[in-house]
C-alpha cells in the first residue's frame, strides 16, 4: 500500500533536521486515524535520521526514517510499513467489534492470506449491519442474533435497494471464499469495493440520525 504523507513541523537541535518540516503518514499505521503524533529522535546521522512517533490516538508506536536530501527532508521508510485504511468514526463508534474484524481481514490481506480476507470482509458485513439493526431497535437481540446475513439483509433493509445490492454483492463474493467450490471469478478488489459503499451508506444513515443542527419546528 503506498503511503500518503503529510508534512509536520519538529522542533530539534539536531542539524538534520534543522529545518524542522518531516514527511509523516497522514494516516497512523496502527489505527488509520489522522495522524498527530509526538516525535523523538532515537538515533541520527549527518544524513539520516530513525524517529519515534507516538499516535496520540491509539497510544501506538510508529518509526520512520528521515534522510536529508539537498536540505530537504524526505521520509524513506516507515514501520509498520502497512498504512490500514480510514474508516468512518461513527461507524467505528457504533461497531468497535467491526473495526477489529476489518483490521484483521486487512492483516490478512497484506500478507496474502486473501481466503481469509475475503472470508474475514464477509464477516465485516454482517457485524456492521447487525449491530446497526441492534442500535435502531430495528428487531430485538435474540431476533437478530438468529437471522442469517441473507435474511438480514432483505428484513432490515427491505425498503432500500442500494443498501441490499451492496450487502449482497459482498455476502455473495465472501461465501465464495468460505466454499470447498469458489464459484465468482472477482477478486478481493472486487468485494473491498462493494464493502466500502456499504460502509459509507451507514456511515451516511448515522449521520442523518445525528445531524449537527436541524431546522426549528414550526
Known amino acids: 500500500m503506498i503511503y500518503k504523507f503529510q508534512t509536520t513541523t519538529y522542533t530539534s537541535a539536531y542539524p538534520l533536521l534543522s529545518q524542522k518540516k518531516?514527511?509523516?503518514?497522514?494516516?497512523?499505521?496502527?489505527?488509520?486515524?489522522?495522524?498527530?503524533?509526538?516525535?523523538?529522535?532515537?538515533?541520527?546521522?549527518?544524513?539520516?535520521?530513525f524517529l519515534y512517533h507516538h499516535c496520540t490516538a491509539c497510544n501506538e508506536n510508529h518509526y520512520s526514517?528521515?534522510?536529508?536530501?539537498?536540505?530537504?527532508?524526505?521520509?524513506?521508510?516507515?514501520?509498520?510499513?502497512?498504512?490500514?485504511s480510514n474508516l468512518p468514526p461513527q461507524v467505528v463508534e457504533l461497531s468497535p467489534r467491526f473495526e477489529?474484524?476489518?483490521?484483521?481481514a486487512e492483516f490478512a490481506e497484506n500478507n496474502d492470506s486473501i481466503e481469509l480476507a475475503?472470508?474475514?470482509?464477509?464477516?465485516?458485513?454482517?457485524?456492521?449491519?447487525?449491530?446497526?439493526?441492534?442500535?435502531?431497535?430495528?428487531?430485538t437481540h435474540e431476533g437478530i442474533a438468529k437471522t442469517n446475513l441473507n435474511n438480514a439483509i432483505s428484513k432490515y433493509f427491505k425498503t432500500d435497494v442500494d443498501t441490499q445490492t451492496a450487502a449482497d454483492v459482498v455476502r455473495i463474493l465472501g461465501n465464495d471464499?468460505?466454499?470447498?467450490?469458489?464459484g465468482e471469478?472477482?477478486?478481493?478488489?472486487?468485494?473491498?469495493?462493494?464493502?466500502?459503499?456499504?460502509?459509507?451508506?451507514?456511515n451516511t444513515k448515522l449521520m442523518?440520525?445525528?445531524?449537527?443542527?436541524?431546522?426549528?419546528?414550526?
Not at 475475503?118 to 428487531?139: M, S, T
Not at 471464499?177 to 469458489?182: I, L, M, N, P, S
Not at 471469478?185 to 451507514?202: N, P, T, V
Not at 442523518?208 to 426549528?216: D, H, I
Open 100 to 104: 477489529k474484524m476489518y483490521r484483521d
Open 208 to 218: 442523518l440520525k445525528n445531524p449537527p443542527v436541524s431546522r426549528q419546528a414550526k
Open 177 to 182: 471464499y468460505a466454499h470447498w467450490e469458489k
Open 22 to 49: 518531516i514527511e509523516i503518514p497522514a494516516l497512523c499505521p496502527n489505527c488509520g486515524v489522522s495522524n498527530n503524533p509526538t516525535t523523538k529522535i532515537l538515533i541520527t546521522s549527518e544524513n539520516f535520521g
Open 185 to 202: 471469478e472477482y477478486d478481493i478488489e472486487m468485494l473491498k469495493s462493494y464493502l466500502a459503499i456499504f460502509i459509507q451508506i451507514i
Open 65 to 84: 526514517i528521515q534522510q536529508n536530501i539537498e536540505n530537504r527532508i524526505s521520509c524513506k521508510a516507515v514501520y509498520p510499513t502497512i498504512q490500514p
Open 118 to 139: 475475503g472470508i474475514g470482509y464477509r464477516a465485516c458485513l454482517e457485524i456492521l449491519l447487525k449491530d446497526y439493526a441492534f442500535k435502531f431497535e430495528l428487531d
